[in-house]
């Protein structure tokens, strides 16, 4: 009873935050000098249009979009719904220096790419839509915006940066326990996220994106994305969830983001054709094939100690 009510005090104090944050945010859109409204920006590529295509993805480029050319999105979600405030949050999931970390090797697409391509990594996978042209306006403005919080970042004095980093997530030695993940859900995340992970959407009108996003179900990132991961998920539910309130144990953290895994999403096709070198696969990827004999449970579950020692002794022998 007790943690029932200390639960819904936090939950209106999230909301009045939430209502309220929302609402300098429109409020700075409505005074925004371009003026231009929302949904047919024709204007140049821009920082600023980077960042509302991060931060509205679900209006500027979601699956309601009026011009079917704009319709990247699967699902009306929004980059900033895993990218907190605008990926400007250091630590977790933050895009402060993403910049810096390309170009790369990427052992999922087993080649080299650049931030473009790691956009459209998160557009096809995360977003659970269609790759944004390399070219376009909107893939350059969302490069210029990321570069720029790069440029900010490197000027941003040291105990700034430092105060801003969560805690970090120790991963648990054992399997995740869906059923106890169950009832982490049920107390802490319910109440936003919806009886079937599906969320609460801001506006009948499904452009408008959501409050509370989805976790499962058609309207959520698909089976191919990081957060499918369960250390990838624990790592950003430990940090950031619940939102405002982030005191879960790594123990709840893992748990629960076992049960928001273990429901339906969308299917995204070719899976198997990622990681070309199953030996670079994460060892938490939940979709076979694998390079070991570990079963599909285990890599969905844990415990990972044991397949990454046999992945260094693979190494030592050879
Ligand atoms: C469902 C959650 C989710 C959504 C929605 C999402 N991403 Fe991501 N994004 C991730 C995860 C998980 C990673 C990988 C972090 C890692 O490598 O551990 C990532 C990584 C990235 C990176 C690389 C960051 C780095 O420092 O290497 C960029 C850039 C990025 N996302 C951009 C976007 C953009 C742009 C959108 C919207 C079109 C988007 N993401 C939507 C979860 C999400
Ligand atoms: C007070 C409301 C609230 C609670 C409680 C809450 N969340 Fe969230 N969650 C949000 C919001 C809002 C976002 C999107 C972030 C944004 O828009 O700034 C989010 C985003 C997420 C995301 C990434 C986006 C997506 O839809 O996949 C995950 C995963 C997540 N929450 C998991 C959880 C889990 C697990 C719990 C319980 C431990 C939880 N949340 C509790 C409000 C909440």
Redesign the pocket.
Known sequence: MRSEQRGSGL?IA??LG?VLGVGVLVGAFLISPAGESVDNFTGEASVEYGRRLIRETAALLGPGHEDPAKRYSGTN??C???H??TGTKAGTLSLLQATSRYPRFSGRDGKEGDLRDRINGCMTRSMNGREISRDSIEMISMEMYINNLNDQYAVMGETRRQLDEPDSFVEPNRAADVEAGRV??EQ??E???GDNGE?LAAATDMSEGY?????WGPD??NNGAG?TRVLT?GR??KA?????QPD?SDDEAYD??AF?NSHERPQRANLELDFPDLTLKRVDSPYPPYADNFPIEQHRLGPFEPIREYYRNLEQNQ
């Open positions: 939950f999230a909301v939430l979600m929004d900033a719904s895993c907190l405030e982490v859900y802490r995340c109440v936003c996220h969320g409050l509370f996003p989805p976790l959520s990132f957060m998920a950003f539910i950031r969830m619940p939102l405002g879960l629960v983001a928001v």
